[in-house]
């Protein structure tokens, strides 16, 4: 539990003394949550604040003309609960035990929603369309941010990290906060007319796992061994990494049928690394000078037997994305960030006296990628003798066989397991939200048959954390990446169908649809008003306030009918737009095998001819990174792309 560095006013209660927490004898009140200054708390809930003071101290706790008292348990574990607020305020919170009291002012009540997800929930106002304006009259004391910082953690945390707080949205809070996240509450507030409070919880990058809890992942399946080899590393972290160095190992040799760090490398053709380092797409090697995936890097050191004797810690700066480090065959470490330095121990008798060889397997999956240095601070430092500088005199052999990108260490941030979630959801446990929005995928598209089953897993532990009524929204990845020629398989598309059969299944989650919305070269397309103002309708559709479609006008089944495919559409007013057939649809058989399939509407109902040569057994709409699409409903929402079985 963090220490209360966050407490916004721990007064002494007797004699005028400094606050508590002053001296070496104070007691330190701790308060969960984001109970600070400017918070906004849900209206209409029965609002439970929990805590921590010493064993059996006496709590008082009052807000807003309610006073309630309890007792701190014997693990110092404490909590009060307050009947339901109208929408209103300013109040104040104030919670004492016998020597320090915790207040927060300024406290609203209203609608509180929380936004969470990777880099497109992340992406902030000032970077989206038109900011100008949105960030000069945003000036509304009655809508009130809260950004939570990014942190991990290897276990469910109470508290929110030290700097998290509460403000008004002025042009200084707003401009940094996720757009989506705003434009939402802007049009909230306008319309509700009451406080609403935003809690932006996101991180660029990030995969669903690792927003996950242990219990939801264990539940997902699939996870076991990386979650033991997560239970290891909170015990024991150098016996982890070796564990997950083993589960790599394995990985690799079945997936490219070699084990290079268990050969006598011959760097003769292998290629010289430039003196700086620098993005591999800029060494001038026309092999590389596009390429996604993976390098290897390697180099040779010698050492003198005092060097070799010991331990060491090798520091090769900065990688990225990811790396995986061996020498001798020994395998050292991993790290999947590109903004962590590598720092790796050296077990006594992996090195030895004479030439010894580091092996460095590097992904790179978007951008920039590979050895980023800097030079100077790359070096092995044994425990007896000099260091060994190593910013120079690489080599590099490119892996140009694709993967699915290989195992990574389950205690990572952003690749992890539970990590974030640890830190940035569980210390909202209990507080009650009005409803979420998640937006998030484009890390899983690589594993999109099990992102379902994930997000299933996600909603319904918000559900249990926040409310068991609690309205999802489920932002729907916009189109990026090619334009298809033919019919292919799609990660991306594998998620948008999860996300859409979730969303199916659910009369409490909705689907934002946003494929016209996306860019096909920029996977962050910065229109994130269109995608609020679509998340609004939704959840308005998911309240009965509206007859917005909160499923994207998912049709449910396919069926066949002599030579055509005639799929039902759900309520709406449908079009073509800009031609009398409707595109991007195809055909697939149970082998695989896919062809476009000419398509038209039929009033509601969605008739496509079979192609000559397939027996259907699916029909797809939209489907791929970036399809051109022309089938909307009511005017101006696009269809969700789907996959159906054809009966």
Not at 234 to 242: G, H, I, L, S
Not at 565 to 572: N, S, T
Not at 608 to 619: D, Q, Y
């Amino acid at each position: 539990m963090r220490q209360a560095a966050r407490t916004l006013a721990a007064l002494a209660l007797l004699g005028g003394c400094q606050a508590a927490g002053a001296g070496p004898s104070a007691a330190q009140l701790l308060v969960d949550g984001a109970y600070t200054d400017h918070a906004v708390v849900q209206r209409g809930a029965n609002l439970q604040i929990a805590g921590k003071a010493d064993p059996g101290a006496a709590i008082t706790a009052s807000l807003a003309g309610q006073t309630v008292e309890t007792r701190a348990g014997p693990d110092g574990a404490w909590s009060v609960s307050f009947d339901p607020l109208q929408a209103g305020g300013p109040y104040e919170l104030s919670i004492s035990d016998a020597t320090t009291r915790y207040t927060a002012e300024d406290i609203l009540a209203g609608d509180v929603l929380l936004c969470s997800g990777q880099s497109n929930m992340e992406y902030p106002v000032y970077r989206a369309l038109n900011p100008d304006s949105a960030i000069s009259e945003s000036a509304d004391d009655s809508l009130r941010l809260l950004t939570v910082p990014q942190e991990t953690a290897l276990s469910p945390q109470s508290q929110l990290p030290e700097e998290a707080s509460w403000a008004p949205a002025s042009p200084e809070n707003v401009r940094d906060f996720s757009a989506v996240c705003y434009f939402m509450g802007e049009r909230l507030r306008a319309e509700r007319g009451i406080p609403i409070g935003l809690i932006d919880s996101s991180w660029g990058g990030s995969q669903i796992e690792a927003w996950l809890p242990q219990a939801r992942l264990e539940a997902a399946g699939g996870f076991d061994e990386s979650l033991a080899t997560l239970d290891l590393y909170r015990e024991d972290p150098d016996a982890a990494m070796k564990a997950y160095g083993a589960v790599w190992e394995r990985w690799w040799t079945a997936e490219h049928e070699s084990a290079p760090w268990e050969a006598k490398l011959d760097l003769s053709s292998w290629k010289r690394v430039p003196e700086q380092f620098a993005d591999w797409k800029a060494y001038g090697d026309a092999d590389i000078e596009t390429h996604l995936g993976r390098l290897w890097f390697a180099r040779r050191f010698d050492l003198t037997e005092e060097q070799a004797a010991g331990p060491a810690t090798i520091s090769l700066g900065l990688f990225d994305d990811s790396d995986a480090v061996w020498i001798n065959g020994e395998f050292i470490g991993s790290t999947s960030s590109w903004t962590d330095h590598r720092v790796y121990p050296v077990d006594p008798g992996v090195l030895k006296a004479g030439e010894n060889t580091i092996l460095i397997n590097v992904l790179n999956s978007y951008g920039p990628g590979g050895m980023m240095g800097p030079g100077e601070v790359m070096q092995l430092e044994p425990e007896a003798g000099e260091a060994v500088p190593l910013g120079s005199g690489w080599s590099y052999k490119a892996v140009m066989q694709a993967d699915d990108g290989g195992p990574r260490p389950p205690w990572e941030s952003v690749t992890g397991y539970t990590t974030i979630g640890n830190a940035m959801i569980a210390p909202l446990h209990g507080t009650p939200m009005s409803a979420a929005i998640w937006y998030q995928g484009e890390s899983n598209t690589g594993r999109a048959d099990a992102y379902e089953g994930l997000l299933d897993q996600l909603i319904a532990g918000w559900r249990s954390n926040f409310g068991s009524d609690l309205p999802v929204l489920v932002v729907q990845l916009p189109g990026y990446g090619a334009m298809p020629e033919l019919p292919s398989e799609s990660g991306w598309a594998g998620v948008q169908d999860a996300q859409r059969r979730v969303a199916l299944a659910d009369p409490l989650t909705g689907l934002v649809t946003t494929m016209d919305v996306g860019h096909r070269t920029d996977i962050h397309p910065p229109d994130k008003l269109t995608v609020a103002m679509r998340a609004v309708d939704v959840l308005d559709g998911l309240s009965g306030a509206s007859d917005a479609s909160t499923t994207g006008y998912s049709p449910v089944t396919a069926v066949r009918d002599g030579g055509s495919i005639k799929i039902d559409l759900p309520e709406g007013d449908y079009t073509s737009i800009s031609s009398d057939r409707v595109i991007s649809v195809s055909v697939c058989n149970a082998a695989g095998q896919c062809d476009w399939a000419d398509a038209r509407l039929d009033g509601r109902t969605l008739v496509a001819t079979v192609p000559e040569g397939i027996e259907p057994a699916t029909i797809r709409h939209c489907w791929g990174d970036a399809p051109i699409c022309n089938l909307y409903a009511d005017g101006i929402i696009p269809v969700t792309p789907f996959q159906l079985d054809v009966r």
